[in-house]
């Protein structure tokens, strides 16, 4: 597992936990509470001015990855049995400890590849089926252990938040959150260029992710939902820390 910043566990004193289990479509992941910890924001530098223009996501160039216009010769038929073996593989392999040198994104392997063609292909067949969303969550993770952040994190949120996923299966949904958030960390903290935006986009999208997977659920029910709520509550406390640097880094230097 790898540290992306300051864990919600040594913010809040809280103890780390995990989904008991992944759907069947799916494969374990790590949890917002040590996933998606908010990095340290460090005092406001004058001269970092362009950093925060750096756009979070480009969604318009990850929908060419769920489309079906434009696949070319690329373009494979839809084969369900070699879809269970390829994601059968992708799933033993989450389970090993890997820790990677490095957060540089590398290309899709073979494998990654022809998964990442067949759930298009699939895609392609049927695109409003109540069942694509474990498609797109395979292979938005296919892109998430390749370290392409962007890509993950734009399909990620198609799982989470995206047109007719109020269909799709709840832990499927919370497992494809753990991503997003974990993915918008990593952009917005630990890879260049920094994007203090996708700190912003990780504000604006906790509140529907709580109240679609957590409206009427009691505190304590469910330790995806508790995590949420820790998430949220340090997500307010950076931004209460970031506005009270900005101001004191705003005030005249005494003399």
Request: proline share 5%; with cysteine; hydrophobic share 40%.
């Amino acid at each position: 597992m790898r540290s992306v910043g300051l864990s919600l566990c040594a913010l809040l004193g809280c103890a780390a936990s995990r989904p008991s289990a992944a759907p069947s479509a799916t494969h374990t992941t790590r949890s917002l509470a040590d996933a998606a910890p908010i990095a340290d924001a460090g005092p406001v530098a004058p001269q970092a001015t362009a950093t925060p223009a750096v756009t979070c996501l480009d969604h318009a160039a990850t929908a060419g990855l769920l489309s079906c216009s434009g696949r070319g010769s690329a373009a494979v038929a839809w084969d369900e049995q070699r879809w269970q073996t390829l994601g059968a593989q992708q799933s033993s392999s989450s389970r090993r400890a890997r820790v990677a040198p490095s957060l540089e994104p590398r290309e899709l392997g073979a494998a990654e590849q022809e998964l990442v063609a067949l759930g298009a292909a699939y895609l392609c067949v049927d695109r409003t089926s109540s069942e694509r969303g474990p498609f797109v969550y395979r292979m938005a993770r296919a892109y998430y252990d390749a370290q392409q952040f962007d890509a993950a994190a734009t399909m990620d949120r198609v799982v989470v938040l995206g047109p007719g996923s109020d269909s799709f299966d709840r832990a499927l949904r919370e497992f494809a959150a753990d991503l997003y958030m974990d993915s918008l960390n990593v952009l917005a903290s630990r890879v260049e260029p920094r994007r203090p935006s996708c700190i912003d986009a990780m504000r604006e999208d906790l509140p529907q992710i709580r109240a679609a997977l957590c409206a009427g659920r009691a505190t304590g029910a469910g330790d995806f939902c508790d995590r949420a709520d820790r998430l949220a509550c340090q997500l307010e406390a950076h931004a209460r820390e970031r506005s009270r640097a900005a101001s004191l880094c705003s005030q005249p230097r005494r003399r």
